[in-house]
């Protein structure tokens, strides 16, 4: 395992983690697949409510960890992809929770390209805690859009600035922020059709 890259992960987890746990405003650039994995794994465990614009699941599938054993190892990416089952297994395990998804581009099938395995997923989606969308390919201005991830509840906010290389500004307590992702989901949730 890449000591180095998992001390990256883990270092940048404990200090959002403690921004948060202090209830303090925080702003933070980051810069690859590690943060952002970082602050998913953040919000999952601090949020009622989330929020995501992604290309296609974002951290939540498999080939997120394939990208980053190509940089990091085939061990750190095993060691964030067990962190973020955990995380997103507990999330769906509480019925007060929900995972609102608008993908960029569909997915063949919902259950199996989840890192999470096939029956947490039905699980998740008869129960509610997750719903999925695709934006309709008529809407030509999906594909120029950033990435990004919110709660309101938890006043997180995670704003990709490159979506390929997973590039991004985390933010917590910026109401403005906050309003202008609420805002942009809304009308992306208008342009897109549900899927599960």
């Not at 955990?86 to 989840?114: P, Q, T, Y």
């Not at 500004?169 to 342009?191: F, P, Q, V």
Request: aromatic content about 10%; overall charge negative.
């Amino acid at each position: 395992m890449s000591e180095r890259s998992t001390q990256i992960f883990d270092s940048f987890y404990e200090k959002i983690k403690d921004e948060y746990d202090n209830n303090n405003s925080s702003s933070e650039l980051n810069s690859d697949r590690l943060h952002n994995a970082a602050i998913m794994k953040l919000m999952l465990e601090s949020s009622n409510e989330i929020f995501m614009f992604c290309g296609c699941l974002s951290v939540f599938r498999p080939e997120f960890y394939e990208r980053i054993a190509e940089v990091h190892g085939a061990d750190t990416a095993e060691y964030i992809r067990i962190e973020m089952i955990k995380a997103l297994a507990e999330f769906f395990a509480d019925n007060n929770h929900r995972l609102n998804v608008i993908l960029e581009s569909g997915v063949n099938d919902l259950e199996s390209s989840m890192i999470v395995d096939e029956e947490t997923v039905r699980a998740a989606v008869s129960g509610g805690n997750l719903k999925s969308s695709a934006l309709n390919s008529s809407f030509l201005w999906g594909n120029s859009l950033s990435h990004f991830a919110y709660s309101k509840d938890s006043e997180m906010l995670r704003l990709e600035s490159n979506k390929i290389e997973h590039t991004g500004i985390y933010s917590r307590k910026n109401s403005e922020l906050l309003k202008e992702a609420s805002d942009t989901y809304a009308m992306l949730k208008s342009r897109s059709r549900a899927i599960a």
